[in-house]
């Protein structure tokens, strides 16, 4: 079981929130839930300490680029793994990506495989 890596999860839909808060808590991470923008940036602001921080696929790529660079410059420097929507590209700021149709398990492997990778400087398509 993974250890209880911190990762900020971060949705427009509350229901899509709740169900990827419930997978990732049962994979043994700690989930810091976030609904939208705002709520993102003042739980980042308050405490940037995450190890990861998740981005739904629900969420325009523009709103996450922007939401990445707010995040950046109020020090919250964890890696981003973006969920994607199927025949979407791989967001150029997000340092890792996962295919949201999937499903759960991909998206725990992709996680996983995200917090092993550390903040290395290149994108895996995971």
Do not use: W
Not at 4 to 31: E, M, P, S, W
Not at 88 to 99: I, N, W
Not at 101 to 118: D, F, H, I, T
């Amino acid at each position: 079981m993974p250890s209880k890596n911190r990762v900020l999860c971060i949705a427009y839909d509350a229901a899509l929130l709740h169900t990827r808060q419930v997978i990732l808590q049962d994979a043994g991470f700690a989930v810091t839930p976030a609904l939208g923008f705002a709520e993102a940036l003042e739980l980042c602001k308050g405490d940037p300490k995450f190890d990861l921080i998740l981005m739904g696929h629900v969420i325009p790529s523009k709103d996450k680029t922007a939401l990445i660079g707010t995040l950046r410059e109020h020090s919250c420097k964890a890696p981003v793994l973006s969920i994607r929507k199927r025949g979407d590209e791989p967001l150029p700021e997000a340092e890792f990506s996962v295919d949201a149709a999937e499903g759960p398990e991909a998206l725990v492997k992709a996680v996983q495989r995200a917090l092993a990778a550390g903040r290395f400087s290149f994108r895996l398509a995971i």
